[in-house]
Each structure stands twice: as C-alpha cells, then as structure tokens.
C-alpha cells in the first residue's frame, strides 16, 4: 500500500510505502546491493545511515550462490542479515550486457552466465518464482529493453512485449505478501511512452518503474517523459525511477513527480575517491588534500567526517586500505540520506524549486551543515 501525504504544486510528493518488512518514507534513495551487500559497509551502518529499503539482483543472486542456498537460510532477508525492505531487480538490464546477452524471444531472454559460461533461459514465469522464492518485499517484472536510439518499430515491439510479459508475471505470481511493480519502455517516444503506462496500469500493479531512461538521452528530455508519465500513472501508486544517477537529477525527478530511485552511483563514485558535497564533487585522492586537516564536508554529521580528515582518508586511499573506502560509502550515503530529508522539507514548505536551484549553485554550501 502507498499513501501520499503531501504534493507541492510542482508535482512532487512526499509518501509512505508499505511492505511486508516495514515502512519506506518516500521520495526514497535505495543503495545498490546486487550480490546481497552494499559494497564496503556492514548493515548496522547502512540501517544507521537510516535506509529504510535497497535493491538487490535477482538474476545476479540466482546464478551465485543460487536459490537453494539462499531458500535454505530462510529467504533472501535472513541470508543477508537485512530486516529492511528488499526490492528486486529481475536483472533484465544486466541481461543486456554483450558478455550476457545471446538473445529475446517471445518466450524470454535467453543469455550466458559469465560465472561458466551456462546458458540460462530467463521468462516471465520463472523471473517471478525466482523473486518469489527469494521473498523479495518488492519485485521488478521481466522488461523487454531496447538500447537508445531505436526505431519506431522496434520500440512499438518493445512496448507491446514488455505488456505481455509483465501480465504473464502478474498471472505467475504465488505470493501475496510480495509487490509487484511494473515498468514502463518506450524510448523517448511521447505515444508509444504513453501506450506502454496505459496498458501496465490496466493490468494493474502496486508501483510503477520508468525504464529505458538515463541512457543518453537529453535532460529536458526525460524530465518531459518523467512529467508525461506522472500524468498517467495513478496518483496512488509509487513511481519508481530506476538507475538514475546524479543528486541534481534526482532532484529533477522528484520535481516531476517520481518516488523512489536506486543507483551505484554514490557508492561506485565513493569507492574512486569521489565525494558528494555541497559544495561540489571532490576527488579526495588528488595531492592537495595530502594534509588537509578539514573533514569531507565541513558540517557534514557523518561518521567519516565527525572523526576523520581529509588528509587521514587521503592517506588510506593512496595506500590502497579497504577503510578508506569505507569511509567515503559513508559519507556519500549520508549526503543522499541528507539530500532526500531536504528535499522533504522543501516541498513541505512548497520551495522545491528554489531548493533545486541553491543545491546546483554557488550557495549550495548553506546546506552543508544541515541536518
Ligand atoms: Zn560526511
């Protein structure tokens, strides 16, 4: 269930998404866990950075350790050690990746494991008793993806198999306590993008993913798409960005109505010594910082930056110490936990826009020491 307790004029909503594991106060940032581990972090430190939810793959834990492993620790939740809310990806974007890939039929996506090289044919069906098995609190439908830039027909063909696959996952469903949110194609594309929403909804899903996005196409574009398919989408069911990357973006998104958004981005970026700050990104390894005494972020109330330096975190990145990237995970998690809580209050207080404008500009630095 989702309820929304607040829209500012601009579209963007603050809301509350109820699974089987709690609660996940939205608009929600969820950190990648796609072996079943936010890379470099304990889950005591990621439920102390206060996530109420992330996403794991589906496909990725199916090939490696495999579902009787994981059936037999009692679910995904305690093989993990993760009381949380759990989404799922079916792991058809991964599918897509040349050292995967063989080919999509009707039938599903057929591809290679790149563990052994074992061809593996994933449906409809079995990418839901495979979530299901895994007891996932939110899962993904089997989408049919097309890279950027494809055709008129082959984008009609992607939007009319992704609606045959995603009721074929909702019919293959066993589980009650699960949701299931399904995504929509259709490029970039306003008709087919509004074809692909209107037949998804009819069907009838608890969310709502916009996929085939963030893959090279323009900005103002997919804020339009975004905006188009909030329209359509209904009001009470959250909307579910996939893969966006950026904090701006992801402002940008919640100002066109979106709900929830995943990415590798901070922690990827964390682990290449790149921080997040309001006062822009910074590459902790560069010399200058070699005795630099000031935290990451000055004001940031993060772990790594109430009792670490730059120089101290400088040091451990150039000496290759797994800490050292522990200790930026933190800190660019905090900032996204930072981030969302401030883009809370600003559409609370219907100043989103002005928000988005500080946190993109020269005074973004009046929010480092916030919250
Ligand atoms: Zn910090």
Not at 25 to 44: D, I, R, Y
Not at 230 to 259: C, F, H, Q, V, W
Not at 263 to 284: D, E, K, M
């Amino acid at each position: 269930m989702f309820e929304v307790t607040h829209v500012d004029p601009s579209g963007a909503r603050i809301g509350r998404l109820h699974t089987a594991s709690g609660v996940v106060e939205t608009p929600a940032f969820m950190p990648v866990a796609t072996n079943g581990s936010v890379k470099t972090l304990s889950f005591e430190t990621v439920a102390g950075l206060g996530f109420d939810a992330l996403i794991s793959n589906a496909f990725v834990l199916y090939l490696r350790p495999g579902l009787e492993v994981i059936e037999a620790a009692g679910g995904l939740h305690m093989f993990m050690g993760w009381d949380r809310t759990v989404f799922t990806d079916s792991g058809g974007f991964q599918m897509l990746s040349p050292e995967f890939y063989e080919k999509t039929s009707e039938k599903g996506v057929s591809f290679r494991s790149p563990l052994d090289r074992s061809r593996h044919l994933l449906t409809p069906e079995s990418c839901i008793d495979i979530q299901n098995r895994l007891g996932s609190d939110v899962m993904m439908v089997l989408d049919d993806l097309v890279p950027f830039g494809s055709s008129g027909d082959a984008l009609l063909a992607s939007v009319e198999r992704t609606t045959r696959w995603a009721r074929r996952c909702k019919e293959a469903n066993r589980s009650d306590g699960q949701l299931l949110f399904a995504i929509t194609q259709g490029g970039t594309d306003p008709v087919l993008r509004r074809r692909s929403a209107d037949a998804l909804v009819e069907i009838g899903f608890d969310g709502y993913a916009i996929g085939g996005l963030s893959i090279g196409e323009p900005k103002e574009v997919m804020s339009r798409i975004l905006r188009e398919q909030a329209e359509i989408l209904p009001k009470n069911r959250p909307r579910y960005l996939m893969g966006l990357g950026s904090p701006t973006e992801i402002i940008d998104a919640i100002t066109s109505g979106m709900d929830i958004f995943d990415s590798t981005f901070p922690t990827r970026n964390a682990r290449h010594n790149g921080a997040y700050t309001f006062q822009g990104y910074l590459n902790i390894y560069r010399g200058g910082f070699k005795d630099d005494t000031a935290p990451i972020e000055d004001g940031c109330k993060c772990y790594s930056c109430k009792n670490h330096s730059r120089a101290y975190i400088h040091h451990l990145l150039r000496s290759r110490e797994q800490t050292g990237k522990s200790l930026m995970t933190i800190h660019n998690l905090y900032f996204m936990q930072r981030l969302m809580a401030l883009t809370k209050e600003a559409i609370r207080e219907e100043r989103l826009s002005e928000f988005k404008e500080e946190v993109s500009g020269p005074v973004a630095s009046k929010y480092a020491g916030r919250l």
